[in-house]
């Protein structure tokens, strides 16, 4: 993509004749700007489809938290739904979740799912601290006690944090998930703020701490952030309680 | 938590893709899923291909529903609609790849659509395989090529990425493009699709 400038400027109607003229030439002439030229086409025309890019995420946050219902606990669906039926039954019924509460972890089995953790294993390695990279690796793994351990050794690494949070989701140690992401929105110049604000929102609201957790939802809903879609329809879901 | 799907009609099922409804998606995913992979399985696929095969399929119905405005009549029964619309993704699909050319004859190659959907299936499964690429890259990297593709001012762009001059955001967006054309390139699955796949123009 070593001729990005041009073709922005081609794409816009912004060159003027002679550069037009060049670039056209060019084209004929250039596999690799031809080439460069329809990839960034291509990448356009499928990015503009924003309805299906919301239907895929849909149905991968539905087949991720349906993945989730049938390996519960790692049990097969029977043997965990009998497990939990025995679970219940040693509470003896001492503790149950009112109508809201129920929502809102149903709200978090919708829309939380695990970050992958291949990213940072994938490219730039050599931006990652050694010790990150391992912790990312554990993560990807499942094994998240060692995932928090890695991390651990790095602790001003803020992939580290971010993933060390999540990691604690999983482990379910929310309070410890809450303290990691708001140091990474503390921070604020980074890149993972998005996540983190996020992160600690859906982790608000596992804890049913809504007030906390709609807090959070209302900042993401009026960013330009990823996560502004997911937000608003959460947003939504609350009130309409 | 585990309860059974409710039974809907063709015309929730059609009306509930359109609007994206979860409920709808959630049925769809869990009663016709399963029988995807049973027949990726029976078609020689690899398990992991009957994922690509249902978002394909269903993005394809998502472009049907559109091209008829909403009213896509369906004469069968929404399974067999659907399943039989999998299976013919599923035969393009190999005609893209010579290693599955003699298992694809085995079969008889019938379409329920009535209309061929070569554009369709080409369409789509480009768009799935530049998300699926996308989705691989740095989150910093994926921020910027969609306010690329949303066409951000420049200057909105460098506020958002934290960047303090044109030239940092020009050359980060040159990064991140490059790394995902890259990506895409060494994508298998791309260089089937646009060396055999490409529909043929009228």
Known sequence: MENLRKIEMYLKGELEEDDLWEFKRALETDPQLAHD?????????????????????????????????TRFLGLPVYSAVAAALLLLATIGGGILLNYSGNQHQQLFEQYYAAESGSFGLRSDNST??????????????????NAIDAFNKAPD????????????????????????????????DNLFV???????????????????????????????????TKAQKILQDLKNK | MFEKSKNFSNEEIIRGIQEQDLEILRHIYQEYFPLVEKMIKKYHGRPEEAWDLFQDSLNVLVDLIERKNGQLLI???FKSFF??????????????????LE??????????IGKDFD??????????IYLRNLNKMKPDCIKMIKMLTEELPGKEMAELMNLQSSQALYNKKRACLKKLINLINDDPEYKNLTEHGKPKKN
């Open chain 2, 103 to 112: 298992a694809r004859n085995q079969f008889a190659y019938e379409s329920m």
């Open chain 1, 194 to 228: 998005d996540q983190a604000h996020w992160y600690l929102a859906l982790t608000y609201l596992k804890l049913d701490q809504t007030d906390k957790a709609e807090e959070q939802f209302s900042l993401i809903a009026a960013d330009r952030s990823v996560y502004r």
């Open chain 2, 119 to 128: 554009e369709e299936f080409f369409e789509n499964s480009l768009f799935r």
């Open chain 1, 128 to 145: 990652i601290e050694q010790t990150v990279a391992q912790g990312l690796k554990s993560y990807e793994e499942g094994d998240f006690k």
């Open chain 1, 37 to 69: 030229l329809h990839a960034y086409i291509e990448l356009k025309r499928v990015m503009v489809q924003t309805k299906k890019i919301d239907l895929m995420q849909k149905l991968d946050d539905i087949r991720k938290s349906e993945t989730k219902k």
């Open chain 2, 83 to 100: 399943l039989g619309m999998c299976k013919n993704v599923w035969f393009k699909k190999l005609r893209l790849n010579q290693k599955y």
């Open chain 2, 75 to 77: 004469e069968h029964t």
């Open chain 1, 157 to 188: 690494n803020l992939m580290g944090k971010l993933y060390r949070g999540l990691s604690m989701i999983e482990l379910g140690k929310y309070d410890l998930a809450i303290g990691d992401f708001e140091s990474i929105i503390n921070h604020n």
